[in-house]
Nanobody, 118 residues
């Protein structure tokens, strides 16, 4: 089973930065696309950022220019660098992995809380 272990969440002031990490239990080099989602209380889970096995990235409009997703395949880890944080960024952030060669091969981390508040 693919397990995703997240870290890096916490409390930060508006305008501050955090870096989230997601460590995978398997080698992700070429077989997985990775991403980050978030869910605020009372809201649906939304896509934030994704990175393909080849390293191409895409972002939700709400975070473009502020968040950066990256992957370190040697460490089987995906990162989300979050800058210029806003209170609206407050949510539980989830790491996601899609196993490209396996139908239904979608996995989620446990979520990590990010709170942006003065």
């Amino acid at each position: 089973q693919v397990q995703l272990v997240e870290s890096g969440g916490g409390l930060v002031q508006p305008g501050g930065s955090l870096r989230l990490s997601c460590a995978a239990s398997v080698r992700i080099f070429s077989g997985y696309a990775m991403g980050w989602y978030r869910q605020a209380p009372g809201k649906q889970r939304e896509f934030i950022a994704g990175i393909s096995a080849g390293g191409s990235t895409n972002y939700a409009d709400s975070v473009k220019g502020r968040f950066t997703i990256s992957r370190d395949n040697a460490k089987n880890t995906v990162y989300l660098q979050m800058n210029s944080l806003k209170p609206d960024d407050t949510a539980v952030y989830y790491c996601n992995a899609v196993q490209l060669a396996v139908a239904g091969g979608r996995y989620w981390g446990q979520g990590t809380q990010v709170t942006v508040s003065s």
